[in-house]
Nanobody, 133 residues
Framework: QLQLVESGGGLVQPGGSLRLSCQAS????????IGWFRQAPGKEREGVSC????????YYADSVKGRFTISRDNAKNTVYLQMNSLKPEDGGVYSC??????????????????????????WGEGTLVTVSS
């Protein structure tokens, strides 16, 4: 079965950290560009970070730059989003998506900033992150 599954969400205090996982089944993440998106209640879904795993190119939204980091585990066919120094405004449902186009930095930025959700090949169901004291 071809799917993405996210995990790792939860409740964390401001300033804390979480690591989200995006595991693929049925396809190799190395052959895709991967995006992390989040949606807070009452807000539109926004791109957080988009990456081309094969070439090691990653775009980060300004709001998370310096705090969030993408990494991967090839053996587990998993991409991680390490989130540090979390703020209440980082809360929301975090989803990962896979696009079969291998993208450079400009296209990755577009994937995050102007996402065309209908063009993405696979989506996970999301994992909830709550940042609150």
């Amino acid at each position: 079965q071809l799917q993405l599954v996210e995990s790792g969400g939860g409740l964390v205090q401001p300033g804390g950290s979480l690591r989200l996982s995006c595991q693929a089944s049925g396809f190799n993440l190395d052959s895709y560009s991967i995006g992390w998106f989040r949606q807070a209640p009452g807000k539109e879904r926004e791109g957080v970070s988009c990456t081309n795993i094969r070439d090691g190119i990653t775009y980060y939204a300004d709001s998370v730059k310096g705090r969030f980091t993408i990494s991967r585990d090839n053996a587990k066919n998993t991409v991680y989003l390490q989130m540090n120094s979390l703020k209440p405004e980082d809360g929301g449902v975090y989803s990962c998506a896979a696009d079969r186009r291998i993208m450079g930095i400009t296209a990755l930025q577009a994937m995050c900033v102007m996402p065309r959700f209908k063009d993405m090949d696979y989506w996970g169901e999301g994992t909830l992150v709550t940042v609150s004291s």
